[in-house]
C-alpha cells in the first residue's frame, strides 16, 4: 500500500478527536523543538505561527453557528485563542515564556484523549 493510500485511509477512518489529537502533539513538538533551539529565530517563528494559525482555525470554528459545541466550550476555546496568539507575540517579542503555549496545548491534547476513550468505551445499560 502506497503512503498516500495509507494516509486517506487513516483519514478517513479515525475519529475526529484523534486527529485534532495527532495535530496537537505535532504542533506541540514543534513548539518543544523551538524552546530547545532558543536562539534559532526561524525555527521559533515558524513553530509559533503554526501553534497560532492552529488555534486561529479552531476560533473560527467556533465561532460558526453550526459548530455542535456547547457555546460555553466555544468561548473557552476563542479566549484561548486570543491568549496564544498575544502571548505568540510576546515569546517572539521579549522572549516570554514559551512552556505556557506548551502547556495548553498539552492540556488539550489530554481532553481530546480522554474524549476519545470515552467514545471507544461501550455504554453500560441502565436499569
Not at 11 to 17: F, I, Y
Not at 102 to 108: A, D, T, V
Request: neutral net charge.
Amino acid at each position: 500500500m502506497s503512503l498516500q493510500a495509507y494516509q486517506t485511509a487513516t483519514t478517513r477512518s479515525e475519529n475526529p478527536r484523534a486527529t485534532e489529537y495527532r495535530l496537537f502533539a505535532q504542533v506541540t513538538r514543534a513548539l518543544m523543538a523551538a524552546r530547545e533551539k532558543a536562539d534559532d529565530i526561524k525555527v521559533r517563528a515558524d513553530a509559533l505561527d503554526w501553534n497560532r494559525r492552529v488555534w486561529s482555525t479552531l476560533a473560527l470554528d467556533c465561532s460558526d453557528d453550526n459548530n455542535g459545541l456547547p457555546e460555553a466550550l466555544r468561548a473557552g476555546i476563542i479566549s484561548l485563542s486570543l491568549f496564544v496568539s498575544k502571548h505568540s507575540s510576546a515569546v517572539l517579542r521579549s522572549g516570554a515564556d514559551i512552556d505556557t503555549l506548551i502547556e495548553i496545548n498539552r492540556m488539550i491534547m489530554q481532553g481530546l484523549e480522554a474524549q476519545a476513550q470515552l467514545a471507544k468505551e461501550p455504554v453500560a445499560a441502565h436499569g
